[in-house]
């Protein structure tokens, strides 16, 4: 169909639509002058019920004060109790009747008529009065001389009251005929504006239909817009998960290979080393942690700007936070020269309710800083307590900084000049971050400095005293022996780097590994062997860490129920969250060191059930651990496997022995000495008591054989142990 047709149905669809609303309206007004008709008559009704209800209270009161007054007088001639208690309650009623020529409706209508306002007042003073005598049966009946001047005062009433209620009538009757000609004059003229508001409305239909189309274009245009904007909104939410997505992969793939790089050098500082290479094994690992650390700020600014920081308060201990400060800054403030002083005012409280990992962020920021700006003098920290907030004031002797700097200094990448940025170094986000973090807390961070005078940083943190924190109670002994127990762990990880170092890592503590690169990988080999733990990797070819481990809570039996740590570059929130939702049971975020990974691991240890067979108690474990402690790693195992392949030709030299005491002496002291530097006790002990049985030369050959059977029974027990270990 043409355009031109489509317009001429259009037309005929607006006219006839415009007649409907015509005709609706027409029906729609005379419905309503209808309805004011009826309700001028139901206000007429009413107007007359109430003037009604007005005559015949004042009636009903008038009635009520005859009846009283012939109860009076009955009472006073008869003098009986029962005609003064019946003239008593006929004052009561009298009283109660009061009300209805005192409500509001009687008050508006009678108000302008000096016979009302003086009648009520006459009444209410006869009332009062009687209240006071008081009038009740004893006084009716007894006291004759107050009963003749209660009639007399009632006396004086009487026309009042009847004159009251004729005038009330004749308002009533007044009244009425106004308000009927009041009606029929609104009638009329509601009808004559009925018919105008018919014109007026089908004048402003007429209009708001040429004004249809107008808005319909102009809807059109606003759906368009509308459209655009969601469009934007699309690309704004899909710019934002990108850029989310973005910093997520940033932070795994930048991550990862510090994992690696940073695992690498902590492996190589721990060997033999000349100082030269020493020196600079130690610049290339602080390279490594400054590169870590502007990482760090980053995704910081990033979490801060997604609303990602969290703060946790805890129980702390502000002396003990300002030690661990010492500890780490004083190497740096040493290297330059410069004289650490951080102090602890007296007042400060020895709990207070903080989280101490961003408490640390930011003094360890502002402290690092007045150390890099300060090239002599000295650097401070001064801890102090006010009724509202802890006080930590950082002071240096450094350069200072005129306004201008100071106005530029918490701006994100800003160092105040770009000369401090060329000498320094540094991303410029640290004191940004520290201050968002302190007004995370409640607080703020100002400063104060002049060029070439120092500079004193302040944070005011509203950190509430509170009760000290719980001890965690002393791990029992076979806790303690889990602490040696060799593990069998799954680790899943696709890099190359971090393969190797966590497979040095865990040699050199003792624990089993097998290694995957992938999730898939992972689930088959879980499937297939039992392990103690699994070291889940996030993000991996073919299925990632989540897949893998919704695939193993499914697995059958006690498979499903393997303990999972996810060991991941990404360090985001939300990632941690996802990693638990998907079924682990633990988050460690890349790099992570030594001792956090050796940490982790005896923890899971303990937390593993003994195992029921054989017991350990022919083993010092003490021996294990110095000797993993002294030596390589690749040196431990084959101390063992040395002595256990030696075991079957002991036995054999024993057994061979018979009761020759000098061969027994000599096979029996040269098994003490090996089994003692092993840590094998049960064979050091049952060799002992071989070698002396044989020294003494007064032993019989029963006791002898004897000694020889339990130390061959303590080397196979001790054989089966090292096999236990993994180090047969």
């Known amino acids: 169909m043409s355009a031109a047709a489509t ?185 004559w504006l009925t018919a105008l508001q018919c014109l007026l409305s089908l004048g402003v239909a007429l209009i708001v239909i040429r004004q249809f189309r107008s808005l319909d274009r102009h809807g059109r245009e606003q759906e368009a817009l509308a459209e655009t904007l969601r469009q934007a909104r699309q690309e704004a939410e899909a710019g934002s998960r990108a850029k989310s997505i973005f910093l997520a992969n940033m932070s795994h793939e930048l991550r990862t290979p510090m994992h690696g790089l940073m695992g690498m050098l902590s492996l190589l500082q721990d060997g033999q080393l000349q100082p030269a290479q020493r020196e600079q094994l130690q610049a290339a690992h602080e390279s490594a942690r400054h590169l870590l650390a502007i990482l760090n700020d980053v995704l910081d600014v990033s979490k801060m700007e997604a609303g990602g920081i969290t703060i946790q308060p805890e129980a702390m201990q502000p002396a003990r936070l300002v030690q661990e400060l010492e500890e780490l800054l004083w190497p740096q403030a040493s290297a330059k020269g410069l004289d650490l002083s951080l102090r602890l005012d007296a007042e400060v409280p020895a709990w207070v309710s903080a989280d101490p990992t961003r408490l640390r962020q930011i003094l360890l920021n502002l402290l690092s800083n007045a150390i890099k700006f300060s090239e002599r003098g000295r650097v401070g920290l001064r801890v102090s307590s006010t009724a509202e907030a802890l006080v930590f004031e950082v002071s240096d002797t450094g350069l200072g900084m005129d306004a201008a700097t100071q106005a530029k200094l918490f701006q994100r990448f800003s160092q105040g000049d770009q000369t401090r940025s060329r000498r320094f170094g540094g991303t410029g986000l640290g004191l940004e971050i520290s201050r968002n973090l302190a007004r995370a807390m409640g607080g703020d961070i100002e400063v104060r400095s002049e060029p070439g005078r120092g500079s004193v940083f302040t944070a005011r943190l509203p950190l509430p005293p509170c009760p000290a924190a719980a001890e965690a109670p002393a791990p029992p002994p076979a806790a303690m022996a889990a602490l040696a127990r060799r593990l069998r762990i799954l680790v899943a990880e696709d890099h190359l780097t971090n393969r190797s170092f966590l497979e040095a890592v865990l040699e050199r503590l003792g624990h089993a590994a097998v290694f995957c690169e992938n999730g898939f990988d992972a689930l088959q080999q879980l499937k297939a062997a039992d392990f103690d733990l699994v070291l889940m990797d996030l993000h991996m070819p073919m299925m990632d860490g989540y897949q893998a481990a919704r695939a193993m809570r499914e697995l059958p039996g006690s498979k499903s129920r393997t303990r999972i740590i996810a060991l991941s570059a990404d360090a985001f929130e939300e990632s941690r969250e996802r990693a638990l939702q998907a079924g682990m049971d633990g988050f460690l975020a890349k790099p992570v060191g030594i001792a956090a990974l050796a940490a982790l691991l005896d923890e899971e240890a303990r937390a593993l059930p003994t195992a029921p067979a054989l017991p350990d108690t022919g083993f010092d474990d003490s021996v294990l651990l110095e000797l993993r402690r002294s030596l390589p790693p690749t040196k431990i195992a084959p101390l063992y496997q040395t002595f256990v392949r030696g075991v079957p030709a002991s036995l054999q030299r024993l057994q061979a022995a018979g009761a020759d005491v000098a061969l027994l002496r000599a096979e029996a002291h040269a098994l003490k000495g090996a089994s003692a530097s092993l840590g094998l006790i049960s064979v050091t002990a049952a060799a002992r008591e071989l070698e002396l049985l044989a020294k003494s030369g007064s032993a019989d050959a029963s006791a002898l054989q004897r000694a020889v059977q339990a130390l061959l029974s303590a080397m196979q027990r001790s054989a089966e142990l090292c096999a236990r270990r993994g180090l047969g």
């Open 7 to 191: 317009v001429p149905r259009r037309q005929r669809r607006l006219r006839l639509l415009l007649a409907s609303m015509g005709v609706l309206l027409v029906m729609a007004f005379g419905a309503v002058g209808l309805l004011q008709s009826r309700q001028f008559e139901l206000l007429n009704t009413t107007s007359r019920y109430q003037g009604d209800y007005l005559v015949w209270s004042l009636f009903q009161f008038e009635v009520e004060y005859l009846k009283l007054r012939l109860a009076l007088t009955q009472a006073r001639q008869d003098r009986s109790p029962e005609a003064a208690e019946q003239a008593a309650q006929r004052y009561e009623i009298f009283v109660s009747r009061l009300s209805l020529i005192e409500g509001e409706y009687a008050a508006k209508v009678l108000s302008a008529n000096p016979d009302y306002q003086r009648t009520l007042e006459r009444t209410k003073a006869f009332v009062q009065w009687a209240d006071a005598l008081p009038l009740n049966a004893a006084l009716i009946q007894q006291q004759a001389p107050s009963m003749q001047q209660l009639l007399d005062r009632m006396d004086g009433l009487a026309d009042a009251i009847r004159e009251l209620s004729l005038t009330a009538s004749h308002h009533v009757a007044n009244q009425v005929s106004g308000r009927h000609e009041m009606v029929r004059s609104q009638s009329s003229l509601s009808l």
